[in-house]
């Protein structure tokens, strides 16, 4: 931890994740040298002046604290759903010196809440997140209303990350509170895919694949490409070398390339070849065949570069590290002009948005979530409550409300009941839909006397099939049709007469708690 102030602050980041960096240290088997450590790291980070925002915190609060500075002559007021460490918790002591003012935001019960947000909040519903999405980008567009003029609650990451690449794609900057997960950047699936083509045996399908990725800054992909399935590379890190050895009667800019190509599948192999070298082979491979094209890419570059420089690899596989612990670090770039701020039902609350969308307002999605700590999932904890915290948000909130809810995944077509809060709140008020097919008109249903008739004008003319056996006797049949029909002849019959093909097998969506299947033998086993 001594060799970067990068890995002395990662460490010291993780004491505060436990609450140890300022509060008293239990008496255990480690007690003495957890002191002794965190001494020497607040120490080493004075020294080299590596401070973060904690130890910024840490000196504020102890120079009010020592009477240093007077505490300002004012008094802070902050919400009670406001959740402060340890260390926040000492420097608000600090400056508000016993003077604050707590703010307990308005909770009232669904009824009074329909009462409060009537004339002012519309309901809408999509078929599928996808489509909530995209009536979000649609609504603001049509409104003429910037985009920083509204927020978007949203009960899960995902949610959040489907905005930002939809704003992406859009041209229309979003700003994820808290930060996007390195996981989800193009580097870092750069990164994985460039693993995977070195474990699968360095496949030349898998390398094309690659070449695409935005921000890859390949020589001539497009002549690559040609030569990689020209040369008929394969598989094997020792058949690349057919792309770029010279041979006679090369042209001046295939020689050109073949020395660019050289120089990148070194740089490459340098990269993802395990051992002391690995760390400065990879920095030098981003170095020169990355293009940062963006704000956002540019922070998950600098993300990327300060988590690799914190791990250590000791001679093992650093990508494979890097992949495997690094992408749940986050990256956020400085806020865009007019960015559309997108975070939590909480963290929404006081924007002062003139609008707030609340999306994912389905019973799957607003089910309560186990809690989280340090050390992952807490099985027996109560979990968010989120429709307190959306109850709490439309409350506070003075502006207007739309509340979107998915009707149907699109995937799979399976249907997504709405939140009980949703329904709650719409109570007796209209619904708008956002991306459903209108349905075609269908013909009046006759009269029974006149039923066969009219169905005959009106419906699909039945399909005519000629008789079994002289079919039979007309037909040439594959070797895969005979196998069929000597194993299964009434398969044969709806496969190849009739015409019949399989249903397409759907998968049921992990969010559900049981499938159909499931459901009903449950529900037969309760009632008898």
């Known amino acids: ?257 073949r020395r660019a190509w050289k120089d990148f599948f070194a740089l490459v192999f340098a990269a993802l070849t395990p051992g002391e070298g690995q760390r400065d082979a990879l920095a030098a491979f981003l170095q020169a065949h990355w293009r940062v094209r963006d704000a956002a890419a540019g922070a998950a570059v600098a993300q990327m570069r300060a988590v690799t420089a914190q791990l250590c690899n000791a001679g093992g596989d650093l990508v494979r590290l890097l992949l495997e612990s690094g992408g749940d670090f986050r990256y956020s770039a400085a806020p865009a002009e007019n960015a559309l701020f997108c975070g939590t039902f909480d963290q929404c609350l006081g924007t002062g948005a003139d609008v707030v969308y609340a999306a994912g307002l389905s019973a799957n999605e607003m089910a309560a979530r186990p809690a989280v700590s340090a050390f992952g999932a807490v099985p027996n904890a109560a979990g968010k409550d989120l429709a307190l915290s959306l109850r709490t948000l439309l409350a506070n909130h003075e502006g207007r409300a739309v509340l979107i809810r998915p009707d149907y995944t699109s995937d799979d077509l399976q249907e997504q009941p709405a939140a009980l809060i949703y329904t709650q709140l719409r109570h007796t008020c209209p619904e708008e839909t956002f991306g459903f097919a209108d349905a075609p008109d269908l013909p009046d249903v006759p009269e029974a006397s006149e039923a066969p008739k009219k169905a005959f004008k009106t419906g699909t003319p039945p399909r005519v099939f000629p008789d079994f056996t002289d079919w039979l006797a007309q037909s040439s049949f594959s070797a895969s049709a005979l196998e069929t029909a000597l194993t299964c002849p009434y398969r044969f019959y709806l496969q190849y007469f009739l015409q019949l093909t399989e249903p397409l097998a759907v998968e049921p969506p992990r969010t559900r708690w049981l499938d159909a299947g499931a459901i009903g033998t449950l529900v037969h086993g309760a009632l008898e």
Not at 52 to 79: C, D, I, K, S
Not at 115 to 133: A, K, T
Request: aromatic share 8%.
């Open 1 to 257: 931890a001594w060799k970067t102030p990068a890995a002395a602050r990662a460490l010291w980041r993780q004491l505060e994740a436990w609450e140890l960096d300022c509060s008293d240290i239990p008496d255990g088997r480690d007690a003495a040298l957890l002191r002794a450590l965190r001494a020497r790291l607040n120490q080493y980070l004075e020294e080299t002046r590596a401070l973060t925002r904690p130890a910024l915190y840490r000196l504020a609060a102890g120079r009010l604290e020592r009477g240093e500075v007077p505490p300002p002559a004012q008094e802070f007021a902050r919400l009670a759903t406001a959740e402060l460490t340890t260390l926040e918790q000492r420097l608000w002591d600090a400056a508000s010196g016993g003077r604050e003012t707590l703010i307990e935001p308005a909770r009232p019960d669904a009824a009074e809440l329909r009462d409060r947000l009537r004339g002012r909040c519309r309901f809408v519903r999509c078929r599928g997140q996808e489509n909530e999405v995209r009536f979000v980008f649609s609504d603001l567009a049509q409104s003429g209303m910037s985009p920083s003029r509204a927020a978007v609650a949203v009960p899960t990451l995902e949610y959040a990350l489907a905005f930002q690449r939809e704003g992406c794609r859009l041209g229309v900057p979003v700003a994820v509170e808290g930060g996007i997960p390195l996981r989800h950047s193009s580097l870092f699936a750069l990164l994985r895919g460039l693993a995977d083509w070195r474990d699968g045996g360095f496949e030349a399908e898998r390398l094309i694949d690659l070449l695409n990725t935005p921000g890859f800054a390949v020589p001539a992909p497009g002549a690559l490409l040609r030569r990689l399935r020209g040369c008929k590379v394969w598989r094997g890190r020792e058949r690349y070398a057919l792309v770029w050895e010279p041979l006679p009667g090369d042209s001046e800019a295939l020689s050109e390339n």
